[in-house]
């Protein structure tokens, strides 16, 4: 199940691409300058060098000025004027167009979680059906697991009414690969097949060790989806909690399964993912100024990008969010920094949040509401 947490990681991860791709646009407002006033090779006409080498800097210097003031400098020279429009209009488009992107990626990653949930539970029943095909060995005790079996009856999986787009067409090749090369011949698979009647304890740990040791473990398996997935480092505990719980949920006495969902209120996590995103991308620079008022010796500009971001959403969320209590938004910062920063960040962000969130308490910018919300000081 997804908490908050793992929203916030995307959040931050798709902030940090945003980010990146950002700085790398204004580098190409810059180079189109460049180019813009590069004497013609081609021409007939008498070059001059000089007028374009100081066209050069003086639309470099314009145009780093609107990027820190945001007002466009006018120059006394027309071509450069309109070069760096044409610069600023080209960089905001494709701004706008990144903005776009990661906003729906960030939605696409986490529904891509549901996915890969499914196609793992998928697996077991492709390496069942192979099992079948190969008539030289016994594998009924594997075939006929009550897991096995459940899913291949789980209508909300694999039934007529499935939603699930999963399956694993096109890859016959490789899934017969995994078979051979890695559940075929792990021992303990092959321990598992030699017990004549195995007890419900025999079936839950040749189950699990499969899912855990074979699938996710340190194999190809595991590698083919951290080929697919660039966050499957991240993704993968949160696919392992899932498919643990499904696995637990078929006992003894009741041999059906529970798929579990990724989300209980997909369209409020939905909302909350986009909403972040947006309200930190937003954030003004009357709150900007408090993380450089506040982080002493330091140029905002310096500061580690994760680090930076961090404090952003930390302050959108402060301000924005009244149903989330102060303490709660700091923690879960600080636990943020402690995985995605450097080694002082945690305290460094501990230090800084929590002077802000007193400055902003004191502003009246942070409005909490409802119950055990009102004293957050």
């Known amino acids: 199940m997804l908490n908050r947490r793992t929203l916030r990681i995307k959040i931050m991860q798709s902030l940090f691409s945003f980010e990146q791709c950002k700085e790398a646009n204004y580098q190409l407002a810059l180079d189109q300058l460049e180019d813009f006033f590069q004497p013609d090779l081609n021409s007939m006409e008498v070059q001059d060098k000089e007028l374009f080498k100081k066209q050069r800097k003086l639309s470099k210097n314009t145009i780093e000025k609107y990027f820190h003031s945001g007002a466009t400098p006018k120059t006394e020279d027309n071509a450069v004027n309109k070069a760096v429009a044409d610069a600023i209009s080209v960089y905001n488009n494709r701004v706008a167009k990144d903005f776009s992107f990661f906003k729906n990626n960030m939605i696409s990653e986490v529904e891509k979680l549901n996915d890969h949930y499914r196609s793992i539970?998928?697996?077991?029943?492709?390496?069942?059906?192979?099992?079948?095909?190969?008539?030289?060995?016994?594998?009924?005790?594997?075939?006929?697991?009550?897991?096995?079996?459940?899913?291949?009856?789980?209508?909300?999986?694999?039934?007529?009414?499935?939603?699930?787009?999963?399956?694993?067409?096109?890859?016959?090749?490789?899934?017969?690969?995994?078979?051979?090369?890695?559940?075929?011949?792990?021992?303990?698979?092959?321990?598992?097949?030699?017990?004549?009647?195995?007890?419900f304890e025999d079936q839950r740990n040749i189950i699990k060790h499969i899912f855990r040791k074979l699938i996710i473990g340190k194999t190809a398996i595991n590698d083919f989806f951290e080929q697919e997935d660039i966050r499957w480092a991240e993704d993968k505990e949160i696919i392992k909690s899932l498919v643990d719980k499904t696995l637990k949920s078929l006992t003894e006495e009741n041999k059906i399964i529970q798929l579990e969902k990724i989300s209980l209120d997909w369209l409020d996590d939905k909302d909350f993912m986009e909403n972040l995103f947006e309200k930190t991308i937003a954030l003004d620079t009357a709150h900007k100024e408090l993380i450089a008022n506040n982080t002493k010796n330091w140029e905002v500009d310096r500061l580690p990008l994760t680090d930076r971001i961090t404090l952003e959403m930390a302050i959108a969320e402060l301000i924005n969010y009244h149903n989330i209590p102060v303490k709660v938004s700091i923690n879960e910062y600080i636990e943020l920094s402690k995985h995605y920063s450097t080694p002082k960040s945690s305290q460094f962000i501990n230090g800084i949040l929590d002077v802000i969130a007193k400055e902003l308490i004191t502003l009246g910018a942070v409005k909490k509401s409802g119950r055990g919300l009102i004293d957050n000081k």
């Open 121 to 199: 539970l998928n697996l077991f029943i492709q390496f069942a059906d192979l099992a079948l095909e190969d008539k030289k060995v016994n594998y009924s005790t594997f075939t006929l697991l009550p897991w096995i079996v459940a899913f291949r009856e789980n209508a909300e999986l694999f039934g007529k009414n499935s939603k699930s787009t999963v399956t694993w067409v096109g890859h016959s090749a490789q899934l017969k690969d995994w078979f051979v090369s890695i559940i075929k011949p792990d021992e303990e698979f092959q321990k598992f097949l030699k017990i004549e009647s195995p007890n």
